[in-house]
């Protein structure tokens, strides 16, 4: 069983920033993969960003040149540097991890909310 623990959320002026971290906790050796999702009120869950253990990165395009992930394998921990934020960017972030042979792992979110 792994936890998934964020913070760092807030309120933030539109072309601010935020920095998310997540801590796993638990059986982590069985993660290969972590990364961070969102959901906006009336919207399904997206990608935001994921890093594996091999240090492969994505991003979805709405989020590419202005969010970083950061994935710490020894420790456990991704973190989301989230700049030049946009009204859009506002929802619940998620960390999820992925652990062989197939779990899934979710946090309990942190509301991101970018003013205008």
């Known amino acids: 069983q792994v936890q998934l623990v964020e913070s760092g959320g807030g309120l933030v002026q539109a072309g601010g920033s935020l920095r998310l971290s997540c801590a796993a906790s638990?059986?982590?050796?069985?993660?290969?993969?972590m990364g961070w999702y969102r959901q906006a009120p009336g919207k399904q869950r997206e990608a935001v960003a994921s890093?594996?253990?091999?240090?492969?990165?994505n991003y979805a395009d709405s989020v590419k040149g202005r969010f970083t992930i950061s994935r710490d394998n020894a420790k456990n921990t991704v973190d989301l540097q989230m700049n030049s934020l946009k009204p859009e960017d506002t929802a619940v972030y998620f960390c999820?991890?992925?652990?062989?042979?197939?779990?899934?792992?979710w946090g309990q979110g942190t509301q991101v909310t970018v003013s205008s």
């Open positions: 999820n991890a992925r652990g062989w042979p197939n779990y899934d792992w």
């Open positions: 890093a594996t253990s091999g240090g492969y990165t």
């Open positions: 638990g059986s982590t050796r069985s993660i290969y993969a």
